[in-house]
């Protein structure tokens, strides 16, 4: 069975940082696209960032370029999103997302990920 857990997240101070982490489990994710999305209490969820399989290639969404980074340890089968400065409309849900095998490439389209991790809650206080 395919599992992504998140783990990191929890309340913070505007301009804080924090680090997501991804850990999957129950088959190997070194040759899918990986990303990072979140939703907001009432809005959509919405791209944040993603990572080819290689972790060679990486995008983001124009509101966290320069502050969010992706990145990846396929050796360990975990994917991080280290993000710092953060700003109170960063606060949401966030999930990380896995493509099918052989998948590598990144993409910021929700459906065209396979597996979701439950979400782990980010709070950015003003």
């Known amino acids: 069975q395919v599992q992504l857990v998140e783990s990191g997240g929890g309340l913070v101070q505007a301009g804080d940082s924090l680090r997501l982490s991804c850990v999957a489990s129950?088959?190997?994710?070194?040759?899918?696209?990986m990303g990072w999305f979140r939703q907001a209490p009432g809005k959509e969820r919405e791209f944040v960032a993603t990572?080819?399989?290689?972790?060679?290639?990486?995008y983001y969404a124009d509101s966290v370029k320069g502050r969010f980074t992706i990145s990846r340890e396929n050796a360990k089968s975990t994917m991080y999103l280290q993000m710092n400065s953060l700003k109170p409309e960063d606060t949401a849900v966030y999930y990380c997302?896995?493509?099918?095998?052989?998948?590598?490439?990144?993409?910021?389209?929700?459906?065209?990920?396979?597996?979701w991790g439950q979400g782990t809650q980010v709070t950015v206080a003003s």
């Open positions: 990572i080819s399989g290689s972790g060679g290639r990486t």
């Open positions: 129950g088959r190997t994710f070194s040759s899918s696209g």
């Open positions: 997302a896995g493509r099918r095998a052989l998948s590598y490439n990144t993409s910021p389209i929700p459906h065209e990920y396979d597996y």
